[in-house]
T-cell receptor, first 114, second 117 residues
Framework: DGGITQSPKYLFRKEGQNVTLSCEQNLNHDAMYWYRQDPGQGLRLIYY???????QKGDIAEGYSVSREKKESFPLTVTSAQKNPTAFYLC?????????????FGPGTRLLVL | AQKVTQAQTEISVVEKEDVTLDCVYE???????LFWYKQPPSGELVFLIRRNSFDEQNEISGRYSWNFQKSTSSFNFTITASQVVDSAVYFC??????????????FGRGTQLTVWP
């Protein structure tokens, strides 16, 4: 079955620690996205990538970093510079990244700070 | 600027009632796309519908229907004969071209729908 997988489902971070969230898709989609969701809020865009080895900052990129070395994978690193990382993180992909394309979402990773 | 407003934070209904979720959007672009997603308690967003700015025809899919009105910049979602399984957070989202072909979604804050048995 084609889809988007995210791991882990839950992740705990200690103060000053960098953590990496995994996102993999086997839909052969070109574009991938990372969103952050806080309670009672909509989704806010962190980073997005339309093609391999290229990505752009979204609205809240500070304290986060990404890479896109393979079409299937778009990992997100939450660095120690992100002072309030506790949130639900959702990865998405779309076929081409163009404005008319539907984005499909993974199951999400819940990040908690110890 | 692109903006989506879902004024209803929470709605509670009893099973079999009809319910309408409101969505109002703002954009200066002439070409744009509107989406509805469902987020059940598991957390994953499930795509429900996409509508482009040139197609104002209403759409019906089973118990779901969507009313797109450009004159009022609204894209409302109605569930007929609601069921407990409809309980979820529903998000409306906008994708606009801003002069480029690169797409990104702007989400409303979502409406929590609770359907009681």
């Amino acid at each position: 079955d084609g889809g988007i997988t995210q791991s882990p489902k839950y992740l705990f971070r200690k103060e000053g620690q960098n953590v990496t969230l995994s996102c993999e898709q086997n839909l052969n989609h070109d574009a991938m996205y990372w969103y952050r969701q806080d309670p009672g809020q909509g989704l806010r865009l962190i980073y997005y990538s339309q093609i391999v080895n290229d990505f752009q900052k979204g609205d809240i990129a500070e304290g986060y970093s990404v890479s896109r070395e393979k079409k299937e994978s778009f990992p997100l690193t939450v660095t120690s510079a992100q002072k309030n990382p506790t949130a639900f993180y959702l990865c998405a992909s779309s076929r081409t990244g163009r404005v008319q394309e539907t984005q499909y979402f993974g199951p999400g990773t819940r990040l908690l700070v110890l | 600027a692109q903006k989506v407003t879902q004024a209803q934070t929470e709605i509670s209904v009893v099973e079999k009632e009809d319910v309408t979720l409101d969505c109002v959007y703002e954009t200066r672009d002439t070409t744009y796309y509107l989406f509805w997603y469902k987020q059940p308690p598991s957390g994953e967003l499930v795509f429900l519908i996409r509508r482009n700015s040139f197609d104002e025809q209403n759409e019906i899919s089973g118990r779901y229907s969507w009313n797109f009105q450009k004159s009022t910049s609204s894209f409302n979602f109605t569930i007929t004969a609601s069921q407990v399984v409809d309980s979820a957070v529903y998000f409306c989202a906008l994708s606009a071209d801003r002069g480029s072909t690169l797409g990104r979604l702007y989400f409303g804050r979502g409406t929590q729908l609770t359907v009681w048995p």
